[in-house]
């Protein structure tokens, strides 16, 4: 057993969380409402690694937290002990958070977890979900990804997070504050980065004939988030773990910043449209920009590595067949590879591909992808420009100064930000035979 335990935190944390259970439970063999007779029941069932067994019911192995406001209501039966709303306005401010947050209600928090943890068998690692536009998702994301390295530190830490779009403006006219400080801090404590932002998760419901909500935006990240563990939960040809997503992904220790993309869902018209494609599509919108779920462009850059999780009776031959199909594309970027890493990554070096025969629900096929592109140079740009502006005229600064944030702080963000956007962007300039109209 690999247990994994999910922070919720924030407004859309919590709300896409819910999501996120609702999908899981679709894909397990009991529901929670069922009483467990024993522990040998609950042993052979396969959800081992998202519920545990609590007043003879199993619950989902998660914490959510907001700090301003009630959690929301939901079917789902959730643990009490690990919910908590407090009586806070966070404002806006990442600052408020961190400072009044440091202490008191993180020691609960931590008490709460610790508690989780003690029950499992063999815990590989914590999920977190979180907006960092917002005050309480990026305060609490960053403060507590931090204690958990503290004390976790052999445990891998995947952060989905909900970040500021490129074109779009935010309703939190502070977001450029609050996501910076927060990324910052999660660079140093957490191993997987996964953006989402709300232009991206727009496009991909624009494109099934959707107008953009929030609940269907959120139905989207949850099902690619049940979708991209599966291989955690379910047997497959790559006995697959964080711990070896993180290792293949990340080439260099701060380069772990991914996009996701979902070939299906829910929608039934797009279903039926759905059942006709092969393999190649399948790979085809895994790799595209209009199912990329965060606003970056796949055009012209490099794929540095990228995960992909299938489900359906779909066959090593036909995977390697696909990867046929796509030639040119893999060439090139194996020569980047080769300039880069100094070795030329084959077919497996750069997609680590997981095959899950158990189909959820009536899905024939479905598929999802985490990318490590730098196409999330886009991203960073964005967070910086908007940074930048913003620390011009020190707009809204003394907020922060006045909850404990240093000035200098912003500063030192900006530049962090500079850095790894560079990071991303030499790499892009390494010279290859372009080929780069290929996936759109
Ligand atoms: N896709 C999606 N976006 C949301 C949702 N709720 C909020 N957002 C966006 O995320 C930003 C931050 O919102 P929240 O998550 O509510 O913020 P928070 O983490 O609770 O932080 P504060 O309320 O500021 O303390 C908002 O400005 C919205 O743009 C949601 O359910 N789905
Ligand atoms: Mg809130």
Redo the contacts with the bound molecule.
Sequence with gaps: MREIFVLQ?????I??GMNFWEEMLKDSDFCNDQVIQSNNHLLNTSNLVYYNLHEKKAFPRCLQV????DLPYTNMDFNPCNQFSFNY?????FGF?KNNCSNEIIDILLDSIRSEIEQCDSFQGFQIF???????????SAILSQKLKEEYSNVITQCNL?VPSIKQD???VV?PY?SSLSFDMLMDSAEQLIF?D?QG?QQNLNRLGIQFN??D??LL?SQTICCNSSPFRNPGDINSSMRKLSANLTPYPDQKLFTCSLTNNQYSDYYKEYLKMDEYQIFKELMSTDHNQASTNYQNVWFLAAALSLRGEISNKKVDLYNSHFENFLETQYKRSQRCFGKKAEGGNLFLTNICKKKLLNYEFMGSSIINSSSIADSLKNLEEKLGKMLIPKAYMYKYTQEGIDEQEFFDVQSKLISIYHQYKNMDNVDVDENSEYWE
């Design positions: 935190l924030g407004g859309f944390g709300k896409m907001d700090l301003g406001q306005s966070s404002g806006n401010n958070v979180a907006s960092i536009i917002g005050g309480t998702g990026s305060g609490l909900l935010d309703l939190c977001s609050n989402y709300n998760l929030y609940d935006a959120n990240v």
